[in-house]
Each structure stands twice: as structure tokens, then as C-alpha cells.
């Protein structure tokens, strides 16, 4: 069982490139979620979906798309990658059902992005 | 705005030490409130959640406490092994469907052999 699985684990970007960053869980999780960690920060969340086709924004969404075509992906994409956007990236999901609120977060390890 | 705040930033003990490492939140209309345990270059692993009706949980050598009418938490470590070297996240999740999960900015342990 692989859980949540995140790549690519490092990218290097140039000012203004785009690139989307890839999550994918087995868990037939409805509820996913991306999130970024900056030091001294904790980790502030970016976008969300409760389902294929469902996505809202977080906290940090500026810079950021995602969209949700099945319940297995939830991909991340940056438009024009800036400076500000160096920053560790981590997915997450939590199982559905009425009380999912209530069950754990589940997350990959992470990808290291760096803008240059 | 829910705010969630770890301290210590960083904490070093002995091997066989007790701890408890700290969290408070300024909102208590919390639904519940999680512990995670990141190891360096990982993701989460969550540790302990603690339903808002509830008032501690226990896994093992750990124990968490949640006070919400004060806005705090606390996760107890018996007996500190070097293995639990590690950053603690504590993180509150504040609506329904626990979408918008707040964290704490961590608590960096360094358990000495």
C-alpha cells in the first residue's frame, strides 16, 4: 500500500517556468489537499478538493492551480514559478465519510522546490 | 484568525527524560486537534488526534491532553529514547470538514544517548 506518493522529490525552477507538482493516494481518499512549509512557518495550506471535481482554495492559493479529474490525483500546478515560491510542497488526504474530519491526515513526503 | 503556537522552538534532553512539549491555539471552536511527528527530509505521520469532546489520548509511550476552553494541548513523551529525535507538529482542524487543518510551526527534539 503506497498511501500518498509526491514527485518529483527535488525540482530546481527558473523565474517565470511553470511546472506542476504531482500527488497521488490508493487510498479511494475524497479529501486532499496541498500544502507548502517554509521555515519557522508551519505549513499553510494552499488548495483543497473533497472530491473529483471539487476544488477551493486555502490559505496561500495566489500563484497556484489545481483541478481534481479523479479521486486518485490532485496535481499542483505553478503558473510562473517566483522567488517566493521556494518552499518544501507536501500533499495530504484524509478518508471520507461523515465524521472524516475526525480521522487522521495522511501525508507524502514531500517535494523540495527551489526558484531561482 | 486561529492561530497555533509550539513552545519550544527546539528542545535537547537526555535519554530516559519526561517531556511535554506545549501547543495553544487563540480559537477554541475547534473540531479536533492532531500531533505529527516529521522526520528530516519526510512527510507527517500522524501521532495522536484528539476529538474536541475528548480530553487526552494515549499511544504507547505518548500521551496527549487538550484543554479547549484555554486553548492549549500538551504531548507527554515517556521515557525519551534517541529514536524520538524528531520535529512535533501540533495542527487544530476548525470547521466541519476539517478542510482548512491549522499547524503549529513545530517543536524541533534532540533526545541524547
Known amino acids: 500500500n503506497a498511501g500518498v506518493t509526491q514527485t518529483p522529490k527535488f525540482q530546481v525552477l527558473k523565474t517565470g517556468q511553470s511546472m506542476t507538482l504531482q500527488c497521488a493516494q490508493d487510498?479511494?481518499?475524497?479529501?486532499m489537499s496541498w500544502y507548502r512549509q517554509d521555515p519557522g512557518m508551519g505549513l499553510r495550506l494552499i488548495h483543497y478538493s473533497v472530491g473529483a471535481g471539487i476544488t477551493d482554495q486555502g490559505e496561500v492559493p495566489n500563484g497556484y492551480n489545481v483541478s481534481r479529474s479523479t479521486t486518485e490525483d490532485f496535481p499542483l500546478r505553478l503558473l510562473s514559478a517566483a522567488p517566493s515560491q521556494t518552499s518544501v510542497y507536501f500533499c495530504a488526504s484524509r478518508r471520507p465519510g461523515q465524521r472524516s474530519y475526525n480521522s487522521p491526515l495522511h501525508f507524502g513526503n514531500g517535494t523540495r522546490l527551489t526558484v531561482t | 484568525k486561529q492561530e497555533v503556537t509550539q513552545i519550544p522552538a527546539a528542545l535537547s534532553v537526555p535519554e530516559g527524560e519526561n517531556l511535554v512539549l506545549n501547543c495553544s491555539f487563540t480559537d477554541s471552536a475547534i473540531y479536533n486537534l492532531q500531533w505529527f511527528r516529521q522526520d528530516p527530509g519526510k512527510g507527517l505521520t500522524s501521532l495522536l488526534l484528539?476529538?474536541?469532546?475528548?480530553r487526552e489520548q494515549t499511544s504507547g509511550r505518548l500521551n496527549a491532553s487538550l484543554d479547549k476552553s484555554s486553548g492549549r494541548s500538551t504531548l507527554y513523551i515517556a521515557a525519551s529514547q534517541p529514536g524520538d529525535s524528531a520535529t512535533y507538529l501540533c495542527?487544530?482542524?476548525?470547521?466541519?470538514?476539517?478542510?482548512?487543518?491549522?499547524f503549529g510551526a513545530g517543536t524541533r527534539l534532540f533526545v541524547k544517548a
Open positions: 484528539i476529538q474536541s469532546s475528548q
Open positions: 495542527a487544530v482542524s476548525r470547521d466541519t470538514g476539517g478542510f482548512k487543518t491549522i
Open positions: 487510498m479511494n481518499h475524497e479529501y
